[in-house]
């Protein structure tokens, strides 16, 4: 079945570097979702990406979705205490939302 | 304000227990999904519902049913709980290919 493989596991990064996570999906994708868990809650969307090739950003967030539609990243600049938690990917192919098994960030200030 | 409202926040729950877990949304949305989170294991899905009365497995469904009466409310039942099924279990909802709700989450302990 359609697999979604998320790297790096975990990530420790002092205040004020820059943070990326990546997402491979072993098939094509129709869109990628992002959403960020905080120590002790719930995912929340952060954003969908549809089309080959699409960048977004959201502040100091930066979301990219590869030509293929089969891998994407998100990149953080100048990371503060406030990014902490974890980052998931979910890819929607032909199979309902499969999360990658995301990437835990802690931020050392 | 949208929201998935699961019944439960904790339960404790005795090995051979039959538990249910209820999950309802406000949204009217066709899909609803169960997960259960596991240290390192990230998100794994256990079942879906895109419609009343319909239901499709996931990844990791054995051990579990669940039920769809009514297109807010998605249930999910661990038939005989077992100490392997302790977990977070996280319920969510989308319409169409959109962005999933998710709930609070319910934190089992199997004991």
């Known amino acids: 079945g359609q697999q979604v493989m998320q790297i790096p596991q975990y990530q420790h990064v002092q205040e004020g570097e820059d943070f990326t996570t990546y997402c491979n999906s072993s098939?094509?994708?129709?869109?990628i979702q992002w959403y960020k868990q905080r120590p002790g809650g719930h995912p929340v969307f952060l954003i969908q990406?549809?089309?080959?090739?699409e960048v977004k950003k959201q502040k100091r967030l930066t979301f990219q979705f590869g030509e293929a539609k089969k891998n994407s990243s998100l990149h953080i600049t100048a990371t503060q205490t406030t990014d902490v938690g974890t980052y998931f990917c979910?890819?929607?192919?032909?199979?309902?939302?499969?999360f990658g098994k995301g990437t835990r960030l802690s931020v050392i200030a | 304000d949208v929201k998935v409202t699961q019944s439960s926040r904790y339960l404790v729950k005795r090995t051979g227990e039959k538990v249910f877990l209820e999950c309802v949304q406000d949204?009217?949305?066709?899909?609803m999904f169960w997960y259960r989170q596991d240290p390192g294991l990230g998100l794994r899905l256990i079942y879906f519902?895109?419609?009343?009365?319909?239901?499709e497995k996931g990844d990791i469904p054995e051990g579990y049913s669940v039920s769809r009466e009514k297109k807010e409310r998605f249930s999910l039942i661990l038939e005989s709980a077992s100490t392997n099924q302790t977990s977070m279990y996280l319920c969510?909802?989308?319409?169409?290919?959109?962005?999933?709700?998710f709930g609070q989450g319910t934190r089992l302990t199997v004991v």
């Open positions: 949204m009217d949305h066709e899909n």
């Open positions: 519902s895109y419609d009343v009365k319909m239901k």
């Open positions: 969510a909802s989308s319409s169409g290919g959109r962005k999933a709700f």
């Open positions: 979910a890819g929607l192919g032909n199979t309902p939302l499969v």
């Open positions: 098939t094509t994708l129709s869109n």
């Open positions: 990406l549809v089309k080959s090739g």
